[in-house]
């Protein structure tokens, strides 16, 4: 069964439900939470998207981007998180954020950096094609005050091109 997946900018409205996305347990060891007012003054920022994930017009997820006034046309997906999981729902909305970076705000190259213990996100950015980069050892500080490292990843633009053109 296929679900209807799209995107539209993150609204005042829509916080409750984004706030509520970053302490689920599977989502909060894995991400950076914002308080409530650092999103809202990303909604109207010129370097930075805050945009929702809707699936048959009801939220699963949100995403942060950030990038869109850098002159080197490299846009970091800051934060992406799901919460309908194991249904291919990342995967799609990874295909919505590559459209919507390279073809809406002319990105050259989308990046991000994944957890290297978060197999499931890595499993999906390497479904859709993300190239690994290098590794940031040690940079991020966990609860208990031990240190976990950062793998970078990327897409190209043409890179993203041709795997379009190949999918058909």
């Known amino acids: 069964m296929s679900f209807d997946l799209s995107l539209r900018p993150t609204e005042p409205d829509d916080l409750d439900f984004v706030l509520a996305a970053e302490r689920d347990p599977e989502a909060a ?15 109207d920022h010129p370097n930075e998207g805050h945009l929702v994930v ?8 949100y995403a942060l981007l950030e ?9 970091e997906i800051r934060t992406l998180v799901i919460t309908r999981r194991g249904q291919g729902v990342g995967r799609r909305a990874l295909g919505l954020l590559l459209d919507h970076a390279f073809d809406d705000h002319g990105a050259h190259r989308v990046w991000l950096d994944v957890l290297s213990r978060n197999q499931r996100a890595r499993r999906t950015y390497a479904t859709v094609g993300f190239t690994h980069e290098g590794e940031m050892r040690e940079a991020w500080l966990r609860e208990d005050g031990s240190y976990d490292s950062l793998l970078v990843l990327s897409m190209l633009d043409r890179e993203w091109a041709e795997l ?5």
Do not use: K, M, W, Y
């Open 29 to 43: 060891p894995n991400i950076t939470p914002r308080p409530r007012e650092r999103h809202l003054e990303s909604f």
């Open 54 to 61: 809707l699936e048959d017009g009801e939220p699963v997820g």
């Open 67 to 75: 990038g869109f006034a850098q002159r080197h046309g490299s846009i």
């Open 164 to 168: 379009r053109r190949a999918a058909g």
